[in-house]
Structure formats: structure tokens, C-alpha cells
């Protein structure tokens, strides 16, 4: 039996990987406070409150067990207090999972996991700047936010754990993600309505270079990654970041509004880092996995898909 359990099923990540996974031949039951189209079974649930996690999981009778649930919302995760409920919480859930027989476990991890300090700056010139700034998974973690923080102490401590009681596991550190459905507060998305809808969007120089992955391949990313016996950390990214800049020009193309991108107009942060990349050489040789998208055509579709929600709105009595 191949039955998955996946938390965040209707997340900006998570409705991509249900439909991987249900294209990968699992049975998908889904646990949360709303159920993603697409999963053959629904739990409800709050996360946060160990008896209906526990009777979720004990519901479910799952082999494998994705887990994509966070605190999420753009600005405020970064130092959110609840990324300590949600550390608990994980760590109960795993339990939980394994103990009743559960076989595989995926948890999504961040790259603000990574040392982004042995990265030089945007302000700091020279060929360093172009070279340094590229994660692989043996990279050293040292999180400068609570939220990289509790992804790294849940990492360390679910790869102990896993190791004690034989659970075979891996931990997928996401990078930068973009594409259509994203929540105000990230960066394509905040860009595409600004400019769709006529308003001045103010930006920095856009110098400091992102690896962005369109979010669909996000979500098979991680169907893959459960569906191989890969362990440990796993990087799900690109592999090539681009300047924030060449992004915001490629919208301002697709919009036919790049006039109204204003850059300089915003300063950049001064503990931002020149490049932030990741090394995708495990997701490709050990994994399998190659993403579908070019930043061309995952733009494209992004921007696409924001017109039509405005053509839509623009319709509605």
C-alpha cells in the first residue's frame, strides 16, 4: 500500500504536490482545516492540537507522510512565536506517524536553514560576489530568524530520531518560490497585481540574485522526493539564481507596464546577501528530478494567470 498523508494539502505548495502525488499512483488523504481538491480522503483537523493530529494520523493508517504545514504568512513568519507551537507540533506529528506504522516521512525544511552571512553582500564588489553565495546540503547552518531557526532544530532533531527508531526520512529545503495563487507579501505575485492594475511599483536596485522555482515544480519535487528512498537533506530549488531585477523587468515586459517599476526607490536591506543559490545536485542525480519550468515560461504562465483574476473581478456584477 503506497498511502500518503500529507499536512498543507492546500497550500500554495501543498495543492501541487497532491497532484503529483496522486499522478505517482498514492492514495492521498489529506489533514488540515480545508481539503485540497484533488486528495482521496479528507481529516479534518487543527495541527496545533495534539488529540486531533493524533486521531488524524491513527485515521489515516498511512505508509508515508509529506509534511508541508507552517506558519506562512509573508512578513510575519520570519519571528512568529507560533514557529515553536509548530516545532512541537512536527516533532509529535513524526512521532505520532512512525508509531503507528507509518514507513517514509518528507518534512519541508527552508534555505534560511543555511549560513547566509558566508555569503557576501550586494554592496560588496568584486568576482567573490558572483562565485559565493551557493548552498549544497553539507553547507553550515547558522539561521539569523526564529523561523530558520525552528526549521533547523526540527531538522536536527527528527534526523536523530529517525536514526533511533528506523524511520526512513528526508528533509527538503526549499528556496524561493513563485507562480500563480500566491499570497500578498512575495515578490512576482505583489509585482504582477501592482503593475496589471496600473499602480507604481517601488523596488530596490534588484543587484541581489534569488533562486527561483516556479511553485509547481515545488510540488513535484517533493512527490518525487517521498517516492525515492533518498535521506537527509535534499535542496528543491532551480539551481540558478537570477538578479531580482531581470525578474522584475521580465513582469514589466509580459504587463506592458515596465514604466511603472520604479528601482532605487526602496533601500535594500544591508545585511542582504549578493547571491543565495541552490545546489540542486542531489534532487537531480539522486532523486531524479529535473524542474519543468524556465523563469520565461513560469513567468509567463504567473502573469497570465493574474490577468484573467483581474478580467474575472473586472466582470463580476
Known sequence: MRRVLVTGGAGFVG???????????????????????????????????????????????????????????????????????????????????HEAGGRRTVVAGTCAEYDWTAAPLVSEPGDHAAEAGRFAEDAP????????????????????YAATAGLSWAWGRLFYLYGPGETPGRLVGDAARALLSGQRLATSEGLQRRDFLHVADAGAAFAALLESDVGGPVNIGSGHAVAVRQILEGIGTLTGRADLIDFGARPLGPSEPARIEADIRRLSDEVGFAPRYGLETGLAETVAAWRAAFSIAASAP
Open 15 to 97: 495543492r501541487h504536490a497532491v497532484a503529483a502525488l496522486v499522478a505517482r499512483g498514492f492514495e492521498v488523504h489529506a489533514v488540515g482545516r480545508t481539503a485540497p481538491a484533488g486528495a482521496h480522503a479528507f481529516h479534518p483537523a487543527d495541527l496545533l492540537v495534539a488529540s486531533q493530529r493524533q486521531a488524524a494520523v491513527r485515521a489515516a493508517g498511512a505508509s508515508h507522510l509529506l509534511h508541508l504545514a507552517w506558519v506562512t504568512e509573508p512578513g510575519r513568519y520570519w519571528h512568529a512565536p507560533s514557529n515553536l507551537d509548530w516545532t512541537g507540533a512536527s516533532l509529535d506529528l513524526v512521532r505520532a506517524f
Open 141 to 160: 547552518c547558522r539561521p539569523a530568524t526564529l523561523y530558520g531557526t525552528a526549521k533547523d532544530g526540527l531538522h536536527r532533531i527528527l534526523a536523530s
